[in-house]
């Protein structure tokens, strides 16, 4: 009988003191990435990963998060992809609930380029800063042109007609009237 006891003492405080817990594995879903730069999404939640070139362990990986509210993620492409149009005098600044984001254009080798700087827990002492990333790069990382991005639902691709367009041989062209006053 005191084995039994003690045997029962013994399994119910290794139970209780174990320090090692099985976690319920959580599935991030890929939205696009590229080279070392990703858009993940769980739930509403969506985390943008990179690698800290301003670290000198090249090992060093950092992510941002936020929700997608009131279509956040759209904005932020719209927002990245506008600053590839009419390149930004400054740094565009963004304030999530757990840091800072600035959007860091710069042109290389004539291409304008993007670059994520984060600062970590919105203090400015602590930097992360991905690679410079183009307009092809960031169209692969918001899943542009695949099935992914209808996760979100990404801003529709700009409509490339041009403002006056040529006619085409099947369509007649537009009829003119010229302006002048006839003398009689």
Not at 84 to 100: A, H, K, R, S, V
Not at 139 to 150: E, L, Q, V, Y
Not at 157 to 164: D, G, Q, Y
């Amino acid at each position: 009988m005191k084995k039994i006891i003690l045997l029962l003492t013994c399994t119910f405080g290794i139970s209780v003191f174990s320090q090692i817990k099985v976690l319920k594995n959580e599935t991030l879903v890929e939205i696009g990435k590229d080279n070392s730069v990703g858009l993940f999404k769980k739930d509403n939640k969506f985390t943008i990963n990179y690698q800290d070139l301003n670290t000198s362990n090249l090992n060093t990986f950092r992510s941002f998060s936020f929700l997608d509210v009131n279509g956040d993620v759209q904005g932020l492409y719209k927002l990245i992809t506008d600053g590839f149009i009419d390149q930004p005098t400054g740094n565009i600044t963004l304030e999530l609930p757990n840091d800072i984001i600035e959007l860091h254009y710069e042109k290389n080798y004539g291409q304008p380029t993007v670059q994520f700087i984060q600062f970590i827990n919105k203090n400015r002492k602590y930097v992360g800063k991905s690679q410079f990333l183009n307009k092809k790069q960031v169209d692969k990382i918001f899943g542009i042109g695949t099935n992914r991005s209808a996760l979100y639902k990404p801003v529709a691709k700009a409509n490339l007609t041009p403002v006056n367009p040529m006619p085409t041989p099947e369509t007649p062209k537009p009829a003119t009237t010229k302006g002048k006053k006839s003398r009689k």
